[in-house]
């Protein structure tokens, strides 16, 4: 399907070597150096796969890009999901257990829509390369605030103090979670001391930061503070080839009420997974 980061990067050579070979994408005038950039292969004790708990349906239109479990008033237990593209983004709440979506409001059409996470008393959704960020009501959607920051926007996370955020680089930038105003970064890289680029949506859980690696199905846990890659993830092989035929990539990670259990889901996928890592 089509994917309009893989379009505006169409240049890019992606290699695979192991389970992160990959080469980044980040921003900039930096883009034309990344087909030369590949990840190395990750150390084989760190390696996980996924367990399916559960399975339910999943919007086959909606471009995920974010995607995080809340509490709404009016309909209970809920996931709040950000969906991209140009003239079709929208951020949405959706009951994980049918699909169903309860309720949405659409971005402008000059939007695409990106990464979404919930603080204590907002939504922040950011978009790809418009530079800005909806500050939104938890319950009706509306926007309260609109702020601008510099650089793309992929994923975001909140881990209770401040939010994290990903940009498509190796770097992960911390902002305040009011203000959005930057308070620091980090860079990822894995135990060998070698750069993780493409990190893409996040989600922020007891102290890891969770990430989708873009354009591959791999899922890696972050430590925050050394940004030092503490565990990947395959998640290959989660759609039958009839699903994944209509599908595009991996892309939506939420961790779900159970301890060490998380939603994951990805971009026109019809289907959405609750799962644990082992």
């Known amino acids: 399907m089509f994917d309009e980061k893989r379009a505006a990067r169409h240049g890019l050579a992606l290699t695979a070597a192991g389970l992160l070979a990959l080469a980044g994408c980040s921003t900039g005038d930096a883009a034309a150096e990344e087909s030369d950039r590949v990840i190395p292969e990750p150390d084989g004790n760190l390696n996980a796969t996924v367990e399916v708990v559960e399975t339910y349906d999943h919007d086959p239109g909606s471009f995920t890009q974010g995607l995080e479990l809340g509490e709404h008033p009016e309909f209970g237990t809920v996931l709040y999901e950000s969906a991209g593209l140009y003239g079709e983004s929208d951020i949405r709440i959706i009951d994980p257990e049918t699909g169903e979506v309860l309720a949405s409001q659409d971005l402008p059409a000059e939007d695409f829509a990106e990464g979404l996470t919930l603080t204590d008393d907002a939504i922040w959704q950011i978009t790809w390369q418009e530079h800005r960020a909806y500050k939104r009501d938890l319950v009706t959607l509306d926007i309260i605030e609109t702020v601008e920051y510099e650089g793309e926007g992929w994923g975001i996370c909140y881990d209770g103090e401040r939010l994290v955020m990903s940009d498509g680089s190796a770097t992960l930038t911390f902002r305040d979670p009011v203000t959005f105003e930057e308070t620091g970064t980090v860079d990822v890289e894995n135990e060998g001391g070698e750069p993780v680029f493409s990190i893409n949506e996040l989600e922020c859980s007891n102290g890891t930061v969770w990430a989708n690696i873009w354009q591959t199905d791999q899922i890696i846990g972050i430590d925050p503070e050394s940004g030092v890659v503490e565990a990947q993830v395959d998640a290959s092989g989660l759609l039958t080839d009839e699903e994944a035929a209509g599908a595009d990539v991996l892309n939506g990670i939420a961790k779900a009420e159970e ?14 997974f609750l799962v644990r890592f082992v």
């Open 259 to 272: 301890d060490h259990t998380f939603y994951i889901t990805g971009k026109q996928w019809p289907k959405l």
